[in-house]
T-cell receptor
Framework: AQSVTQLGSHVSVSEGALVLLRCNYS??????LFWYVQYPNQGLQLLLK??????LVKGINGFEAEFKKSETSFHLTKPSAHMSDAAEYFC???????????FGGGTRLMVKP | DAMVIQNPRYQVTQFGKPVTLSCSQT?????MYWYQQKSSQAPKLLFH???????NEADTPDNFQSRRPNTSFCFLDIRSPGLGDAAMYLC??????????????FGPGTRLTVT
């Protein structure tokens, strides 16, 4: 069984500040991990993915995430927030049969000017 | 560009009136998924097709049906929509391993309103 916990349903940062969105996972098999972003009234767009290669993964729009097996974490970071980063972010884990994704509850990122 | 397309983007239907949502893909992926997403919640998987094999999630209501006439197209039928079925419906595709790393590619969604 797999599960994902995103700490903080809402995160607010100032423009230019560090963005840190937290994700912890549970998986009985070596996981594949993903971060997706969703803008209002849009589908989900893949930001980055971890596939058991490098533990530090770089994605689009300046985001990156680090896989830490000992902490079962896959936190998403960006050094400097832009107004355009305001969106909902979902962490997800896969690895079971059928290629299913298990999503976390999501974190809404708000960026203040 | 290869993509997942959903039509219409916004759909209004009446309580109890059947409605069909469409999804097409140019990625030639074997697997297609339908998710329901309510406000401020994560997407909830309704069912998926692995090629022609249909897989229903245990808690998907019987009111929801799906058809996949060919690799490119998949439809979501809601036989008698209730007010609680108002949501965003997301279609996604993936190619099982070996190949991509289990990622799913999402369409833009159809927002369903039930009046």
């Amino acid at each position: 069984a797999q599960s994902v916990t995103q700490l903080g349903s809402h995160v607010s940062v100032s423009e230019g500040a560090l963005v840190l969105l937290r994700c912890n996972y549970s998986s009985s098999v070596p996981p594949y991990l993903f971060w997706y972003v969703q803008y209002p009234n849009q589908g989900l767009q893949l930001l980055l993915k971890y596939t058991s290669a490098a533990t530090l993964v770089k994605g689009i729009n300046g985001f990156e995430a680090e896989f830490k097996k000992s902490e079962t974490s896959f936190h998403l970071t960006k050094p400097s927030a832009h107004m355009s980063d305001a969106a909902e972010y979902f962490c997800a884990v896969s690895g079971g049969a059928g290629n299913m994704l298990t999503f976390g509850g999501g974190t809404r990122l708000m960026v203040k000017p | 560009d290869a993509m997942v397309i959903q039509n219409p983007r916004y759909q209004v239907t009446q309580f109890g009136k059947p409605v069909t949502l469409s999804c097409s893909q140019t990625l030639n992926h074997n697997v297609m998924y339908w998710y329901q997403q309510k406000s401020s919640q994560a997407p909830k998987l309704l069912f998926h097709y692995y090629d022609k094999d249909f897989n229903n999630e245990a808690d998907t209501p019987d009111n929801f049906q799906s058809r996949r006439p060919n690799t490119s197209f998949c439809f979501l039928d809601i036989r008698s929509p209730g007010l609680g079925d108002a949501a965003m419906y997301l279609c996604a595709t993936s190619r099982p391993p070996p190949g991509t790393a289990y990622e799913q590619y999402f369409g833009p969604g159809t927002r369903l309103t039930v009046t």
